[in-house]
């Protein structure tokens, strides 16, 4: 063993401060809660993944906290009471901003760590209707807003206006939820209903209804990703083609998509930002293995330059260490902030 003295122990002491600054920051906090929708949701599954890899990879209590909705968690994501959480771009924007259910309490603690996964949704209908393109909804009844799911309104709006249609050009229909609206399609009372493409009960209903169901069609001049952009930021427009896990998608279909992040506050420290990007970096070809949903992304979508709040700093240092933040990101952030 060693002896120091203590002229010797000081010296040692003074290089080891000076030298603290260019030596890497390592994870500090102990213990990470991540806010998702309730259990069975597809937020609820992901979440679950994500807790998983965060604990064995990071070295952290990482657990899922299932919640009626994100417009619960992400206040409390804001105030630091919950570590991180899964929101869509619609939920968390108007959130970051302000707007709709968030008027006068703007969250702008609110911070992107990275980009997950992207949500197809469209209007459907019943395949023996006739209507086959957005623009074929005039004068038709459509569920244009849900009492539980406030968040997607704007979405249902974008989409009418993309498809070439004023929203008084359609008669809007107010109903609880995503599956009251495909009863109502199928008992025949609405003529198109707004859901997220693939879900288990959009393929229910393909099953129960004669005929099927489809996702109608979105054309026209104004049908690109830059006005879906402009009209409702975080929003944008996909193709859809047909494949085995789609049975109701019988040809190419253009419709609405947008990014689902997963969102942290300013509370949590630069490091702990980069550790635990950096494990989602390192960790993702496996995320995409245990996760359908995951599949279709690149790993570069992490960093996706569709954010409506801006990226966690500690996020940033972590993409830029593996070329994954590029002029893009930094107009996008700017642009938010």
Do not use: C
Request: hydrophobic share 40%; glycine share 10%; aromatic share 6%.
């Amino acid at each position: 063993m060693t002896n120091f003295t203590r002229r010797q122990f000081l010296g040692t002491a003074s290089a080891a401060v000076a030298l603290a600054p260019s030596m890497p920051a390592f994870a500090q906090i102990r213990r990470v809660t991540i806010g998702t929708n309730p259990a069975g949701s597809i937020y609820f599954t992901l979440g679950g993944g994500l807790a998983k890899i965060l604990t064995e990879k990071m070295g952290v209590q990482a657990i899922v906290q299932p919640y009626t909705g994100s417009s619960v968690y992400l206040p409390l994501i804001d105030n630091a009471e919950v570590t991180a959480g899964l929101s869509s771009t619609l939920d968390s924007g108007a959130a970051y901003r302000g707007d709709g259910e968030y008027k006068g309490r703007a969250m702008k603690k609110l911070r992107s760590l990275a980009r997950i996964f992207s949500l197809p949704y469209t209007f459907t209908v019943r395949n023996d209707s006739g209507i086959k393109t957005i623009a074929d909804l005039k004068g038709k009844k459509v569920v244009m807003e849900f009492k539980a799911l406030l968040g997607l309104k704007p979405m249902n709006e974008a989409l009418i206006k993309a498809g070439g249609l004023q929203l008084t050009d359609v008669t809007s229909v107010t109903v609880a939820g995503l599956k009251q609206g495909l009863d109502a399609l199928a008992d025949k009372t609405v003529d198109a209903t707004a859901v997220a493409a693939g879900i288990a009960m959009v393929q229910e209903a393909n099953a129960s209804i004669p005929g099927g169901v489809r996702y109608l069609d979105v054309t026209g001049p104004k049908a690109t990703d830059a006005f879906m952009a402009e009209t409702l930021p975080g929003s944008s427009l996909m193709k859809l083609n047909p494949n085995p896990r789609m049975p109701e998608v019988k040809e190419p279909v253009t419709i609405g998509t947008y990014d689902v992040f997963l969102l942290v506050g300013t509370g949590l420290s630069n490091s702990d930002a980069t550790k635990m990007t950096g494990v989602l970096i390192d960790n993702w070809p496996d995320l995409q293995k245990d996760y359908p949903a995951l599949r279709a992304a690149k790993l570069e979508d992490l960093s996706r330059a569709t954010n409506v709040v801006p990226y966690h700093p500690g996020a940033i240092t972590a993409y830029k260490a593996k070329n994954m933040w590029t002029g893009s990101n930094e107009a996008a952030d700017k642009k938010v902030m």
